[in-house]
């Protein structure tokens, strides 16, 4: 979530929004409605936005869950917002879950604009996450400004000096539908025919790209990714950096080095302040040896603490060290759960791969029994 000084995304018109009373539909609730197979269909393409919860309906974990979702319904009905939110009980409705969550992971909030459901999935689980995330959404694209003060409301935004009637405001209005929770897209009438990047860490930074929904998504990206600068080679090699036999990526570099049609991904997010990390350091390097001759296998690390996933939709992680596998042509990861042991490491490479591995025997001396 983006913050606005103290405030979330939504800065000065939420602001407005607490203030001034707006009615709200009494058929819509406090709560969140359950929904089966039956009912599913009418009640997300009853309403031009809908969020819906989807989760396991077991143990006391539940029931904190469905406080803190209820709470977050309550707050956002006090902002006059009128989304309609729903639960599915994965377990109860599985063909739902496989259909709408395919992943599996659970529980998953995913937010649906015209009953088709968009890119927005997230896992928040506390009433002030879920209640920041349906407010951020429940708003046009583009906001209306008259002054820069409206805009250094906001931690960071995009400012647009441009004609409404203008390509470059409709192809940002595409990229800025793309980014609705992460960064607020501003717009002042002008014929200036510029964009540009305001934020608290530095100066404005001016869009250069082509007028096109994808170069302005990218750019807007690339902008709110942490990154640390890419290592540079050493003399006379090229390519990225290899470092204890993993491929080091930054930021900048996830996409191209993580995201790779060809070939599976095993990387390992770190912190280097992590004892967990570093107790774990000997086992990863230990596993990149043995899968040194695997073509279709690269192994990668990144400092999750000095960068972050340009992609948070689908790339997160909650605690160091965190190994996800993507394999080849797949935008999402896998991630490693139980013993991090190299046996553990090298199993879970096999069965979520794209091709067998077909280790030599000798580079898996010392835990082949494991295997």
């Known amino acids: 979530m983006v913050l606005s000084r103290g405030r979330a995304l939504l800065g000065a018109w939420l602001l407005a929004a607490v203030m001034v009373p ?37 143990g006391d974990e539940w029931h904190k869950q469905q406080s803190e979702l209820e709470s977050a319904v309550r707050k956002v009905r006090g902002f006059g917002c009128n989304v309609p939110v729903a639960t599915v009980d994965v377990g109860a409705e599985a063909d739902l879950a496989n259909n709408f969550v395919p992943r599996g992971e659970f529980p998953q909030l995913l937010w649906f604009l015209h009953g088709e459901p968009t890119q927005y999935h997230r896992t928040f689980r506390t009433a002030k996450g879920i209640s920041d995330f349906i407010m951020a959404l429940d708003r046009d694209p583009i906001q209306e400004v008259k002054t820069m003060d409206e805009v250094s409301n906001y931690n960071r935004a995009v400012l647009a000096e441009i004609r409404r009637t203008s390509p470059l405001y409709h192809a940002l209005e595409v990229a800025a539908s793309r980014h609705m929770d992460s960064v607020a897209v501003t717009w002042m009438d002008s014929d200036k025919e510029t964009v540009n990047w305001h934020s608290d860490e530095g100066q404005p930074v001016t869009y250069k790209g082509e007028v096109t929904p994808d170069g302005l998504e990218r750019w807007m ?82 400092d999750g603490d000095r960068n972050s996933s340009p992609f948070p939709e689908d790339f997160t992680w909650n605690a160091y060290p965190t190994v996800l596998h993507v394999k080849a042509g797949q935008r999402w990861p896998t991630i490693f759960h139980g013993n991090r042991t190299v046996a553990n490491l090298v199993r879970f490479a096999e069965e979520h791969g794209s091709k067998p591995l077909n280790l030599d025997p000798s580079a898996t001396a010392g835990f082949e029994a494991e295997l």
């Open 22 to 58: 707006h009615p709200v539909d009494s058929r819509l609730g406090m709560g969140a409605t359950a929904l089966t197979k039956k009912t599913f269909d009418g009640f997300i393409h009853g309403s031009d936005k809908v969020l819906v919860d989807f989760v396991k309906r077991e």
């Open 221 to 302: 990206r690339g902008l709110l990714t942490r990154s640390e600068s890419p290592p540079e080679p050493e003399e006379g090699t090229v390519g990225p950096v290899i470092d204890g036999g993993s491929m080091v990526v930054v930021g900048q570099t996830f996409e191209d080095l993580v995201l790779r049609k060809e070939q599976d991904v095993m990387l390992l997010v770190y912190a280097p302040w992590c004892g967990f990390s570093r107790q774990f350091f000997p086992v990863w390097e230990s596993f990149a040896r043995a899968v040194a001759g695997v073509s279709h296998l690269v192994v990668a690390k990144m």
